[in-house]
């Protein structure tokens, strides 16, 4: 199946004073052109506090961001993504958890990283990408050395990322460019993901595709 139908499902938008708390729209041109004249993407301007901020690079529904939100409310859950239904959908289950660390921003996380400043994050979640493999559309991979740079600098010292994906291949492919670069040190690889499971994740495993996991610590 391809991946863009799982994108297809019913949501209502929730209330305009609901969608105005948790969803920022941030404009992707002014973004690629002038990050440095948006407002910085912190704790304190979403949050209006100083808690760890931890970010979900792809956030989908928001069941993994949720669920962490839940069970951390220590921390602040910032979620990046570009599908309206599905921010929509992420939106109604943190305002249904009664969740106040959670804020989600509606752009390409590839051009907000760059507005962050540098060590803002503690930690970063990328979480069953779309896979690309194509020459022709390079651009479109959501893992490039250029994104794990950005990744590795909001990262405070010893920050984590972590990588999962249904896809062995493009598994291999991105475990080998996290290595060489020299940004991260793998620290754990498994063949489950531990700490919340996405939609994606079920939809997989249901057919017996197993997920692959890296977490990786900023060096």
């Known amino acids: 199946m391809a991946r863009l139908k799982l994108k297809r499902f019913r949501v209502k938008p929730p209330a305009p004073e609901v969608l105005a708390h948790y969803v920022r729209v941030y404009d992707p041109r002014e973004l690629y052109h002038h990050p440095d004249s948006v407002l910085p ?3 304190e301007s979403l949050f209006g506090n100083d808690h760890p901020l931890v970010l979900d690079l792809g956030c989908g529904r928001g069941e993994f961001l949720v669920a962490q939100a839940e069970d951390h409310r220590d921390l602040n859950f ?3 993504d570009w599908h309206v239904k599905s921010l929509w959908a992420a939106t109604q289950a943190a ?6 660390n959670v804020r989600l921003i509606q752009v390409d996380f590839r051009l907000a990283l760059p507005a962050m400043p540098a060590g803002s994050a503690c930690e970063v979640f990328m979480l069953f990408p779309q896979p690309v493999f194509q020459h022709n559309r390079t651009s479109e991979d959501p893992l490039l050395e250029s994104t794990l740079r950005q990744v590795q600098r909001v990262l405070a010292p010893e920050g984590w990322f972590h990588f ?3 896809h062995a291949e493009y598994f291999e492919i991105k475990r080998a460019l996290i290595e060489q670069s020299g940004l991260f040190t793998v620290s754990n690889e498994s063949q489950a993901y531990e700490g919340g499971i ?15 996991r890296l977490a990786c610590r900023k060096v």
Do not use: Y
């Open 41 to 43: 993407i912190t704790s």
């Open 78 to 80: 910032l979620g990046f």
């Open 164 to 166: 999962v994906t249904d």
């Open 95 to 100: 305002h249904q958890a009664e969740l106040d």
């Open 198 to 212: 996405t939609w994606f994740q079920r939809f997989w495993e249901t057919r017996q595709i197993e997920s692959r």
